[in-house]
């Protein structure tokens, strides 16, 4: 197992944010975490990457502790691809990718042909190599997420964790990464991704893992999770799950919404 979080609760002030949560993912797995939003994906991910502690609990990637590994050490293990990558500097493409050969480099190294072979490589996987003398602050949203994606696989890490990586790209990017992702898989990483696409989501991944108020409601192949029943206890919506005659990967159409107290509209 390379990712491995086990009992994590984690609050926010008052404000429990995750009880007992438990995921873990294998090397040639892509593991999704889905559900509605305010579930606690987003922090449950940033939990796993060492950016939160939480207060109960234990993660581990790759048998490295996260919450007392040194950062070089915790790079060099897992990468993390937020929603929105911040990029203020005036940095070119090529230069912001290569960024992520620091957790491989002594303190005062310079980067070296070695170090530029696998960002060249990194910005062709992601097949975004036409942009590398771009500066970063001229891309796109969808542009700075494949950006951030080639820099975390030049840390060569054993574990990925995306953050909504389709949210700001076109279809076509989209397929992109959902390919590219099941290479990465077939290359023996360890992804977890959260995604709010169900479809995309069936596509992807291997296993999801539904999140609904901080907890796990379902984990399991997405024939399992992907259920009218707990995609109406999660979302509050009625909807029809089935089969996709192309894909053969599950497909939900929501129907209508369901009335809930908090919200009534």
Do not use: W
């Not at 491995?4 to 949560?21: D, E, M």
């Not at 305010?38 to 581990?60: F, M, Q």
């Not at 024939?223 to 919506?237: F, G, I, P």
């Amino acid at each position: 197992m390379i990712v491995n979080a086990s009992n994590v609760g984690l609050r926010q002030g008052a404000t429990r944010i995750l009880h007992a949560v438990d995921v873990a993912a294998s090397a040639g797995e892509v593991v999704g975490i889905i559900g509605p939003n305010g579930a606690g994906k987003s922090t449950l991910l940033r939990a796993i990457a060492g950016v939160v502690i939480p207060d109960e609990g234990e993660i581990t990637i790759a048998g490295v502790d996260v919450a007392r590994a040194r950062p070089r050490l915790l790079a060099r293990q897992l990468a993390l691809v937020e929603q929105h990558p911040v990029m203020q500097f005036d940095f070119s493409v090529r230069d912001y990718v290569l960024l992520g050969r620091h957790a491989h480099l002594g303190r005062f190294q310079a980067e070296g042909a070695a170090d530029a072979a696998h960002a060249t490589a990194a910005l062709e996987k992601v097949g975004i190599s036409a942009f590398a003398s771009r500066n970063v602050t001229t891309l796109s949203g969808g542009e700075r997420q494949l950006v951030a994606i080639a820099r975390a696989l030049v840390q060569q890490p054993r574990a990925l964790l995306l953050d909504e990586p389709t949210s700001a790209l076109d279809l076509s990017h989209q397929l992109r990464v959902l390919e590219l992702v099941r290479d990465l898989a077939a290359e023996q990483l360890a992804v977890i991704v959260v995604v709010h696409d169900l479809d995309l989501a069936a596509r992807m991944c291997d296993r999801l893992v539904l999140l609904v108020d901080g907890r796990v409601s379902a984990d399991g192949p997405p024939e399992k999770v992907l259920d009218a029943d707990l995609l109406r206890d999660a979302y509050h919506v009625h909807s029809v799950v089935r089969p996709s005659p192309d894909t053969g990967a599950q497909t939900v159409t929501a129907l209508r919404h369901i009335p809930t107290p908090n919200n009534k509209s």
